[in-house]
């Protein structure tokens, strides 16, 4: 069902946090090359259209972005009409400095991107060009197309910046000059994305998935949490991700967004799911989905589908004697 | 069908651990005044009288009981064929000291008693009769009986005890005098009593239950003990009693007898069963059946029939959209 | 000592998240209104300042902040050299659309604003400005300093918008026309500050104090965070929040930043860190300070000073024993 | 200076449960050859026996044995004047039969024990004599006695029976023909004895220790158990002995009575009173001792003395930044 979704990907739109150019694009390149790409100004308005229906699919940022989005995504994923994660990708991110041909390093006193991607590479570039300043663009995309487009028309001078900070992985595409490679601070880093779709589809176990959730707490004590998490943890179910977010009607109250290791077919993830929707306010579940990573997911002493199958048949065979 | 076995009890044969007048006959009337009464000489053989179906039902002491038995119900209960519990009954614990008519208090240099029994008044005793020495026998009734046998032949003397000591409540049907009632060092103690039967037949839910179980755990460590006492309280299910009993196979492991509040039919006992089938070696259910005090079960938060049968339903729920 | 300090603040210098103007300057005037406040670009370099000794106090953004700032507090707060966080202040949150005088709604089609403003307000200005844009500022007030620079030199037409989107408290000094105010999506958010200063000093116990740490998981699993979670449980301290902080050196590695309710000086609390030492590779301790709403500390039984100190002392007399 | 104690035991009492040829004895000849041996009819009056002076040491069953105790043992221990566990001795349990000189196997119709040595036998003795009938004693020894003196006197047949069930290390003692050896139903079962004494005295630590406590719930749920077990857990303490014991003011009101691996010198097991004392509405130590078996107590990461002291003095670095 699933796979024949994606065969006939090439006719799907797939929203995605845009302009051409940033690192989402290139996770939805790894995802659905051949579908069709609709770049969204930010990640409302990406997840907006597919609940609209003016795409399939949509493409985001959710785990350690360099180019926002990630608080965005939680929550823009858990208001509004409901939606479902169907998958995701890790990208590895790298910058380079572009500039128009002809600029010189020492030339660049103003350089343009996104607040976070200058947050990611300000002690290299402070190195490489000292006393660089900062001019905030709306992604790392688009402050390199607004330089090749004056370089372009030769009025570059009145933009207020000589350079800009842009994905490693396009640097080539907006045709400008290359200055450095590799200028983040922290070499290796990777940022994961979660493709997203209207519910009803719930991609098929693969033996190394991941379902995501988000949670809020009866009440917050230090106790409430620990309920929460022993939901799990009695199942045999760990977490590859827990994020706080606040609730909003007041500080101090919190909901957790959740990555948890399994499938919902898998009969330790629904007994969790199970406690949880006793014990909590408020359960959402975000989807099941195979891992970017493929790999399998750890199955505890106790805790595999034959020994909780075989527990609930006990005890059915148990109450028979109750007729 | 637990009912009808209840209304023709007048033909039922119930073993008791005997003799007549014991605390445990008292227990026995409460429960089946007129069923057949069939008095053993230990737990072991009326446990095994059921096992055969040389009778019914058993009666036997499993708390805090003056004439033993305790420690061999429980493991009595749980070796050889199953059994299962399907009764209990509460008797307030008094003795009296009796004697051959004419005997007086300061003549009684020895008394003959289960040493349980002896153990429980020899305070009081060595207050009454400074001095006064145990003899032990097999139980509260058999040295009181020796002693009205004796004094009717004669030979009371040739006995080696002056006096008994028995349950009050039988104190007059030994045919002996009264030397002094509530002799017990600790007044108001209960012993708990349970009937037994073979499996087959689980008394229905009233909803003030209780339920005994029988576990091993996985190892020997403080975890584990907690993993086991997890899976009652992740569920809301107290425990009205836990006791340690040595496996026998080495000295450090254990099993526990449980007393769970509540019932099989409950779905948060069904859970928590579940739960220990998965995480224990060794789970035996020895019966759901009515509390003798009947208080009603508490129910915690998120932990009613409803809360364990929506939350399942919402699993079920989300599981369909993977068809 | 620290009341010292706070008597002659009007001499201190506080570095905050600048310019004047926005949610953090309304923080700062709380705190610290006679100190010589110094506007900083970004988080990063305000609390650098306090690192280098230029400036004796910074005030930033720690929680649900509408001009970011809140995951780049929680980073650069524990990297670097050492900073305790020494108080707090809360801010309610609402914006006010400005212009220069005689805009008119109808002729807005840009606002200028920092991307978290544009977020809190974007349900609202679509309602108000139907098709408005949004054009990315460094802050609030960067925006409108903008638009009041221009429409002074009469040349506003080249900015590219036409209104910017500001603090409310600070709409009546940007000399501006106020077009609407309080135009948040969400009335009555509050934003909280931290006052952060050099460690050495750590203010004194009020009884309605919180404590804010930094502690890294052992592992990655649900267990490993629960195991963290109990210390605090164990010993009845409360958790006000809790969020997770990618460690940076791999997905799915987790620190967390967590504020306790309590002060080093309470004995739960020292007992709290003593076994987060125990157990966790890494726990930072930033700072203990009075709570702004000045809520008590609830104390649960058992957890008082006094019964860690006269458990303490029964432990110490039976090891007296000992010797 | 328990050396020095135990060096000159020669010269110090040891009450125990007697008389001469049973079990226990057998333990005090482990512990303390040289000792004067004062044999006691019950567990209460050999721990009297030391309260009041008349013994320096008893030497009491307090783990899976055949002639009670047990239960006695641990009640006596826990009221009265305190005393505390100092050692600590395992025996293996082996039955022989025996009878009068010239007696056959096929002659014995009744044998005299203990109660529970007879439950710990008449699996093996329905086979080797059936139809054999259990006669009560206050001990293993006291049946032989009286076989021994009778059979001297030649009025055996007055006795009521022919034969006695006898610890097997003593049946050669008795001056009685050993019928069998080996009787015993389980091969290999051993009871744990412990030597008891005045309080004031720790055996020092030898990293093979283990501590003996009687703690009482602060009420009757399943959550107070596991509150009370937590304490143990949270410091990396395993537990080698568990066991409820009814308050006794009530049914379902328990104390457990447990043993604990590790001594009153470990860092961690001072952390884990210190827990209970908070926790508990009454924590009794009952001594630290090596253990009989020698093994040395394991230690978790995180629980060893040298992680306790270095969280303590990174607290305690804490703190002194508050003065």
């Keep these: 069902m699933e796979n024949a979704v994606q065969q006939e990907s090439g006719t799907q739109r797939y929203a995605f946090l845009g302009p051409v150019g940033t690192f989402t694009e290139a996770a939805l390149v790894q995802v659905a090359p051949a579908a069709q790409h609709v770049p969204m100004p930010d ?68 350089v343009a991107t996104h607040p976070h991607a ?21 992604s790392t995309a ?4 607004l330089l090749a487009e004056h370089a372009a028309s030769g009025d570059a001078d009145e933009l207020g910046f000589e ?18 490679r590799g200028v983040e601070d922290n070499v290796g880093a990777v940022t994961r994305f979660v493709v997203v779709a209207r519910p009803g589809t719930v991609p098929p176990r693969t033996g190394a998935d991941k379902t995501t959730l988000l949670v809020h707490l009866p009440h917050n004590d230090a106790g409430s949490l620990l309920t929460m998490l022993e939901q799990f943890a009695a199942r045999g179910v760990n977490l590859s991700r827990i994020e706080s977010r606040p609730i909003g009607d ?26 949880l929707h ?46």
């Design 43 to 110: 990640v409302v308005t990406a997840l907006d259209a597919v609940r609209r229906g003016d795409a399939e699919r949509a493409v985001v940022p959710i785990e350690n972005s360099v180019e926002g989005g990630v608080s965005a995504t939680l929550d823009a994923l858990t208001s509004g009409d409901p939606l479902v994660v169907v998958g995701e990708a890790l990208v590895e991110i790298s910058f380079a400095l572009v500039a128009a041909p002809g600029t010189r390093l020492e030339d660049v006193r103003h």
């Design 142 to 145: 688009a402050g390199a197309a």
């Design 278 to 323: 006793r014990v909590c306010p408020f359960v959402l579940f975000l989807g099941s989905y195979p891992r970017a990573d493929g790999v399998a997911t750890a199955v505890a002493p106790g805790t595999s589908d034959d020994a909780f199958t075989s527990a609930q048949e006990w005890v059915a065979g148990l109450r028979r004697g109750l007729t």
């Design 163 to 180: 350079a800009a900070l842009v994905a490693a992985h396009s640097a080539a595409a907006h045709g400008l000059d290359v200055l450095a």
């Design 250 to 275: 007041a500080l101090g109250r919190y909901a957790f967004s959740i990555d948890a290791e399994g499938h919902l077919a898998d009969e330790r993830l629904a007994a969790a799911l199970t406690g």
């Design 118 to 138: 200058w947050a990611q590479c300000r002690g290299t570039l402070a190195r490489l060009a000292p006393g660089v300043v900062h001019v905030p663009a709306t």
